[in-house]
């Protein structure tokens, strides 16, 4: 990171966007020493890394030492991916040179950084405001465990990840379930005695606090419109109190007494996807009508069967959600009995269950309408756990 732009951040952002920046980077070189090329993704992340201040001549340079390359080798590289239609940035490649975009001119970085300040209540820690590993020492009073300091450390770099549009959820949510696994933990306990799997506690929180981040960001921008109304957005299978106002336009007072924003259950709190947007009346049209949403709460009420039991799209959501929770314990249990040397009936066994978890799965979301989410199944990065097919076979009979 500049010189200048170090003099402009408190310490605490600047490590957020050094970590980013080393992700970056990382995930560039490996796409690169894996494909032999520059490719889609690692142009995209070449873009970001401009736009955090680097310069073209900058980004040459760590590409040829982290790559251990000679000049003649980046420029070949570059050759290729000049040649690519879809290119983002072709003066990035052609046109090396020192020029940067100065802080003071980065908008895009200051309102991410102005973001981040009020998220976090100026401090820049605990972004996602996660409680995890607090303990209540009574009267009301949380203290901060070690454990709580590393837990906030990883989900403040997921979240840095996905709201500069580095890296995805999956990918990110992936990438803290697996370094707190690897440290040996498989749960997070809260001051409340509430207790939480690592990949449950970890999508919540890291999901919870990109909307929370985008919406003090969606404050600012509102601010500058002049407007104290927002536009909540619509998504299917909402649960019944949140789609009674979703989709609709609310003033920012209402946001909190019709919405809840600010609440556990309501509007950016826990496990809440909805977002808000800035609406200018007279100006903005609105992208949902009251008719229209109307018909969607209509079509979502009436439920299909499956197994004998109906489910409203919210339900069969949620359903969906309890079973992969369940196949993630499932293959976390199979794994261990394997490690811990267990007798190999009883590890095929545990396996065979995943397997017929998987297969009810599939036909469960296939009869509700709903696309499969793989991806939250497979967090724990475990890699294949269901049996061969030759020996499932053979186990069965």
């Not at 680097?54 to 980046?74: A, F, G, R």
């Not at 996602?128 to 901060?144: E, Q």
């Not at 009251?290 to 079509?299: I, T």
């Amino acid at each position: 990171m500049r010189e200048d732009y170090k003099k402009q951040l408190s310490g605490q952002i600047e490590k957020h966007f050094l970590d980013l920046e080393q992700m970056i980077l990382e995930d560039i070189v490996r796409r690169i020493k894996k494909a032999g090329k520059i490719t889609s993704t690692a142009d995209w992340q070449i873009n970001r890394l401009q736009i955090i201040g680097y310069s073209s001549e900058d980004i040459e340079k760590m590409i040829k030492t982290t790559l251990n390359l000679s000049y003649p080798e980046v420029f070949e590289l570059y050759d290729k991916v000049i040649d690519w239609e879809y290119v983002r940035n072709k003066d990035i490649y052609e046109q090396v040179n020192a020029e940067y975009i100065p802080y003071e001119d980065n908008k895009e970085l200051q309102q991410l950084t102005d973001g981040f300040i009020r998220q976090s209540n100026d401090d820049l820690r605990n972004v996602t405001k996660s409680m995890g590993f607090y303990v209540d020492y009574g009267g009301g009073r949380l203290v901060m465990t070690p454990l709580s300091d590393i837990y906030q450390g990883y989900l403040d770099q997921a979240i840095t990840g996905v709201v500069y549009g580095t890296f995805d959820y999956n990918t990110m949510i992936r990438k803290v379930v697996t370094q707190l696994t690897n440290s040996g933990l498989r749960s997070i306990d809260y001051a409340s005695g509430w207790h939480s799997r690592v990949d449950v506690a970890a999508r919540r929180a890291v999901m919870t606090g990109v909307s929370q981040l985008t919406g003090k960001i969606s404050e600012m921008n509102a601010d500058k419109l002049g407007t104290e109304h927002y536009e909540v957005a619509w998504h299917a299978g909402a649960r019944p109190s949140h789609a009674v106002w979703q989709g609709k336009v609310w003033s920012k007072e209402q946001l909190v007494t019709v919405c809840g924003l600010g609440t556990v259950t309501g509007l950016l709190g826990a496990n809440c996807y909805h977002e808000y947007y800035p609406f200018v009346k007279g100006v903005s049209e609105r992208n949902w009508s009251d008719s229209w949403l109307a018909e969607q709460n209509r079509k979502e009420s009436i439920p299909k069967t499956f197994n004998g039991k109906e489910y409203t799209l919210y339900e069969a959501r949620q359903q969906q959600r309890k079973m992969e929770t369940a196949m993630r314990a499932q293959r976390e249990k199979a794994v261990l009995l394997k490690q811990g040397g267990a007798d190999p009936d009883d590890v095929m066994l545990a396996k065979a269950k995943y397997q017929g978890q998987l297969g009810e799965y599939t036909r469960f979301c296939k009869k509700m309408g709903l696309q499969q989410e793989r991806e939250r199944i497979y967090y724990d990065m475990r890699g294949r756990v269901a049996p061969v097919p030759k020996r499932f076979r053979r186990f069965r009979k």
